[in-house]
């Protein structure tokens, strides 16, 4: 069965950078593009951008380009997102979701708790 | 980026009860690339539909979608206690992807 594995709760101070992992299995991991999106306290969906696994290619958000990379390992089937200059405001759970057939995020991992505090 | 506003904010029904959903968007949608994703406290969003109006496996059909164009429907007939949760509707266009700000269903 598809499954998607994040990593755990991470705690960061400001201006520093926090990389989450997302680890697949049960399906071809470079037949389906990759997505992460968050979600603040209390708040909405927020998408942040994705990569195609079979070649690499990345589009962010316009609210998250400078500070958002997201990169694959084909040889882990696992997915990444690093953001960088992290303020309080990206206090957040973040989500890794696959792409999936009918243009829909089919498939989410459990999600991970970034919490940004001095 | 094609902005998605959700109405109502709350909506307020009793279980067996008929819960209509809107979605607007700021320009037209392309139906494949429309779609709702309900979500519980602390759990992942979960999709119900895609392409507007199909059903993903294992949805009630008391789940169904409908609309085109800038203007989407989530009807759900017959409310279960386990439907109240939030709902979110989802496109993608230009490579981006945009969601609603989400309509909290909740017992009346």
């Known amino acids: 069965q598809v499954q998607l594995v994040q990593s755990g709760a991470e705690v960061k101070k400001p201006g520093a950078s926090v990389k989450v992992s997302c680890k697949t299995s049960g399906y071809t991991f470079t037949a389906f593009e990759i997505h992460w999106v968050r979600q603040a306290p209390g708040q909405g969906l927020e998408w942040m951008g994705w990569i195609n696994v079979g070649n690499a290619y990345t589009k962010y958000s316009q609210q998250f380009q400078g500070r958002v990379a997201v990169t694959s390992d084909t040889s882990a089937n696992t997915a990444y997102m690093e953001l960088s200059s992290l303020r309080s405001e990206d206090t957040a759970v973040y989500f890794c979701?696959?792409?999936?057939?009918?243009?829909?995020?089919?498939?989410w991992g459990q999600g991970t708790l970034v919490t940004v505090s001095s | 980026d094609t902005v998605l506003t959700q109405s109502p904010g709350t909506l307020s029904l009793s279980p067996g009860e008929r819960a209509t959903l809107s979605c607007r968007a700021s320009q037209s949608v392309n139906i494949n690339y429309l779609a709702w994703y309900q979500q519980k406290p602390d759990q992942a969003p979960r999709f119900l539909i895609y392409g507007a109006s199909s059903r993903a496996t294992g949805i009630p059909d008391r789940f169904s979608g409908s609309g085109s164009g800038t203007d989407f429907t989530l009807t759900i007939t017959g409310l279960e206690p386990e439907d109240f949760a939030v709902y979110y509707c989802?496109?993608?266009?230009?490579?981006?992807?945009?969601f609603g700000q989400g309509t909290r269903l909740e017992i009346k």
């Open positions: 989802q496109q993608y266009s230009n490579s981006a992807i945009t």
């Open positions: 979701a696959r792409y999936g057939i009918g243009y829909v995020f089919d498939f």
